[in-house]
């Protein structure tokens, strides 16, 4: 399965952004879904959570601001940005989760570059 993260970018505080992720194969209803970020010289973190019954969990710093959904026709999820923070500055990434632990490698990222 491979796992295309698009839509990053660089926008201004308090502008918005949808990152996609679109899977190769339909792993909706096997797997949660999950969006992590890694800042430079910061660890990996989980930013948003989608599980297949659609629960949802937001890390503490994106709450209210940051919302995730998915398609299952389009086999994507996504990751919507509002109210941006220079801090949300990171390569954000999607990965499958089985329980806590990501199910695939991570692939590119995409870039989200959030300006003063």
């Known amino acids: 399965v491979h796992l295309v993260e698009s839509g990053g970018g660089l926008v201004q505080a308090g502008g918005s952004l949808r990152l996609s992720c679109a899977a190769s194969?339909?792993?909706?209803?096997?797997?949660?879904m999950a969006w992590y970020r890694q800042a430079p010289g910061k660890q990996r973190e989980l930013v948003a959570q989608?599980?297949?019954?659609?629960?949802?969990y937001f890390g503490d710093s994106v709450k209210g601001r940051f919302s995730i959904y998915r398609d299952d026709a389009k086999n994507t999820v996504y990751l919507r940005m509002d109210s941006l923070k220079p801090e949300d500055t990171a390569v954000y990434y999607c990965?499958?989760?089985?329980?806590?632990?990501?199910?695939?490698?991570w692939g590119q990222g995409t870039q989200v570059t959030v300006s003063e």
């Open positions: 989608i599980t297949n019954s659609g629960w949802t």
């Open positions: 990965n499958a989760l089985q329980g806590t632990v990501k199910v695939y490698n």
């Open positions: 194969e339909n792993i909706f209803s096997k797997y949660d």
